[in-house]
T-cell receptor, first 113, second 115 residues
Framework: DTGVSQNPRHKITKRGQNVTFRCDPI?????LYWYRQTLGQGPEFLTY????????KSRLLSDRFSAERPKGSFSTLEIQRTEQGDSAMYLC???????????FGPGTRLLVL | AQSVTQPDIHITVSEGASLELRCNYS??????LFWYVQSPGQGLQLLLK??????LVQGIKGFEAEFKRSQSSFNLRKPSVHWSDAAEYFC?????????????FGKGTTLSVSS
């Protein structure tokens, strides 16, 4: 069990560029979650997958954001036309089917200049 | 609407002293409750959780928390703080939907430990 991993750990981009983050969950976990954490705040829920199906999306997830989990394993979160307000830590978590304990990865810190 | 309140933004405790971090929640049904800890630049590590049963739950690193339904609270305690406990602590409630469990977090409490 290697835990939840996320790549890259840090990303600096210019406003207007597209970025993509990857999350690899714990291997036997079929639920995967994305959260966003801004400075001085707790994490805020963005979206959730069960296997490859995206089952819930927060209103925080604007049209510029898209998430996929094509084979029910790793997931990607893409932000198109980044804005300075997108600067945040993006956290991924996973849990077992039927369990409610979420285990978090180290996060990807995004800075939009 | 579900919410979590952590009234203390920042707490400083002397090493060896006891610690209590407060958490109040608003939720329409029996909640799932969690405490996570986050070191600078890192992800969140689960300290402990409450789903049902005994209202006093034990976690890792010597932490415990008590669920008090009448006060809508889930305060975190440790009898003797170590310098390595300095970090940010988040209380969270599980909002059970049909599809899964999206956690709602408080804004966190930053713990500093003085020598």
């Amino acid at each position: 069990d290697t835990g939840v991993s996320q790549n890259p750990r840090h990303k600096i981009t210019k406003r207007g560029q597209n970025v993509t983050f990857r999350c690899d969950p714990i291997s036997e976990h079929n639920r995967l979650y994305w959260y966003r954490q801004t400075l001085g705040q707790g994490p805020e829920f963005l979206t959730y997958f069960q296997n490859e199906a995206q089952l819930e999306k927060s209103r925080l997830l604007s049209d510029r954001f898209s998430a996929e989990r094509p084979k029910g394993s790793f997931s990607t979160l893409e932000i198109q036309r980044t804005e300075q307000g997108d600067s945040a830590m993006y956290l991924c978590a996973s849990s077992q089917d039927g369990g409610s304990t979420q285990y978090f990865g180290p996060g990807t810190r995004l800075l939009v200049l | 609407a579900q919410s979590v309140t952590q009234p203390d933004i920042h707490i400083t405790v002397s090493e060896g002293a006891s610690l209590e971090l407060r958490c109040n929640y608003s939720y329409g049904a029996t909640p799932y409750l969690f405490w996570y800890v986050q070191s600078p630049g890192q992800g969140l590590q689960l300290l402990l959780k409450y789903f049902s049963g005994d209202t006093l739950v034990q976690g890792i690193k010597g932490f415990e928390a008590e669920f008090k339904r009448s006060q809508s609270s889930f305060n975190l305690r440790k009898p003797s703080v170590h310098w390595s406990d300095a970090a940010e602590y988040f209380c969270a409630v599980g909002a059970v939907s049909q599809a899964g469990t999206a956690l709602i977090f408080g804004k966190g409490t930053t713990l500093s430990v003085s020598s």
